[in-house]
């Protein structure tokens, strides 16, 4: 069996679209990351609510909004909420590592989805090279231009 190796030029420019920074996770995952954040809000607000530590006279009871918050904003300090107990310390500090795993994980796999366009697919056969128009050209007695000659396609 016979093969041909064909060198094709990619186009000049590349166009990165903003599906591009969505690429580094499936849309399964994305789904998955926003499932851990509403359980982790809920399950902070309960321990919060739950924990005689967190509610006392002297600081504001969390709601639920606040838990929300508390775990987008954590990172900012922009939340006036700060945990007490240890319920509400250990589940920040879960979720603190997660963040910063996730977020390590998805700027490790972005540059190749930036840098990397994507090409269309690579024709695998000499009618493939003939459906997509591609012009291309052998020289005449060569290898090449034998194998083309011969082929029953």
């Given at each position: ?8 030029k ?6 990165i ?27 902070l607000?309960?321990?919060?609510r ?29 939340s ?18 997660f ?9 490790f ?19 493939q ?25």
């Amino acid at each position: 069996a016979s093969s041909l190796t064909l060198l094709l030029k990619d186009p000049a420019e590349y166009n990165i679209s903003l599906s591009s920074w969505f690429s580094p996770f499936s849309w399964e995952i994305w789904l998955l990351l926003l499932a851990a954040y509403f359980i982790s809000s809920l399950v902070l607000w309960l321990a919060g609510r739950l924990s005689p530590t967190e509610n006392t006279s002297t600081s504001p009871r969390l709601s639920l909004k606040d838990s929300f918050w508390y775990l987008i904003a954590c990172w900012f300090r922009a939340s006036p909420f700060h945990p007490k107990a240890w319920s509400t310390r250990l589940m920040s500090c879960a979720w603190w590592m997660f963040y910063i795993t996730v977020t390590l994980t998805y700027f490790f796999h972005l540059p190749p989805h930036l840098a990397t366009p994507t090409t269309a697919a690579r024709p695998k056969t000499v009618q493939q090279v003939l459906d997509q128009g591609i012009s291309f050209g052998v020289v005449k007695g060569g290898s090449t231009y034998q194998l083309l000659k011969n082929s029953h396609n």
